[in-house]
């Protein structure tokens, strides 16, 4: 009987044993401790660590491409801003076209400062244009030490009239594209008024560029009375 047992023992001993060489018993064998593969029969990590294999995550050091860093933009001279857009349509016998026209106000807060219109199929070609048009129109504007205008001043642009004056500590009081006009010539303390009613951003900006042009040949304004430059 001993012998029977014995024999039994070794039979199921053996009909149990896997045979680890082949690859299917390979990936259904449990995950031994501290190996490569997981219960699921996947692969756990590289050698180099991390949750999913790989390098170790980071902000830090070289691009992920394997490149040099980026190095950061220069700043533009000029700083623009974008005061009217408009979509033309143009009928032709082929159909409708459609084109861009942009007008920009550039300057450098330092004095200089500049309106440009530009047009082109692609809105990225218009203001392209509009910029290059407001740098070949800069004007120089004399600022005091305060930040201000040397003197009151009036100017007219087809229908816009606009008067200018300084107020000093008291900031940039103007409106519509005025106030883009006189931030980026960079100018603090003035109080610029609309005189008119119209609503064209473009006349209300070449009429303020006008009346700060002025300032070349010495104008000055007494009361309500207008002088606009030639």
Do not use: W
């Not at 031994?32 to 699921?40: E, I, L, S």
């Not at 594209?177 to 064209?200: E, F, H, M, P, Y």
């Amino acid at each position: 009987m001993n012998d029977t047992l014995t024999n039994n023992t070794i039979v199921d001993e053996t009909a149990v044993a896997v045979d680890t060489t082949s690859p299917a018993a390979e990936s259904s064998a449990p995950a031994q401790a501290g190996g490569p593969f997981d219960n699921r029969g996947g692969f756990r990590g590289g050698p180099r660590g991390g949750a999913r294999g790989g390098a170790p995550r980071g902000r830090g050091g070289p691009d992920r491409r394997g490149g040099p860093r980026r190095e950061p933009r220069a700043k533009p001279e000029f700083d623009q801003k974008m005061i009217d857009i408009r979509r033309v349509t143009r009928v032709s016998a082929g159909g409708r076209r459609f084109s861009f026209a942009v007008a920009v106000v550039i300057g450098d807060k330092k004095g200089k400062v500049g309106v440009g219109t530009g047009k082109g199929t692609d809105t990225s070609l218009a203001v392209e244009k509009a910029v290059r048009d407001a740098k070949n129109n800069l004007i120089t504007v004399p600022l005091t030490k305060t930040g201000s205008i040397p003197h009151a001043v009036a100017s007219k642009y087809c229908s816009a009239r606009v008067e200018m004056k300084p107020a000093l500590g008291k900031g940039v009081v103007a409106g519509s594209s005025v106030r883009d006009v006189v931030v980026l010539a960079g100018i603090t303390d003035i109080n610029a008024k609309l005189r008119s009613g119209t609503k064209n951003k473009l006349n209300n900006a070449q009429a303020a560029i006008k009346a700060l042009a002025s300032f070349k040949k010495g104008k000055r304004v007494s009361g309500n009375n207008e002088t606009s430059a030639n």
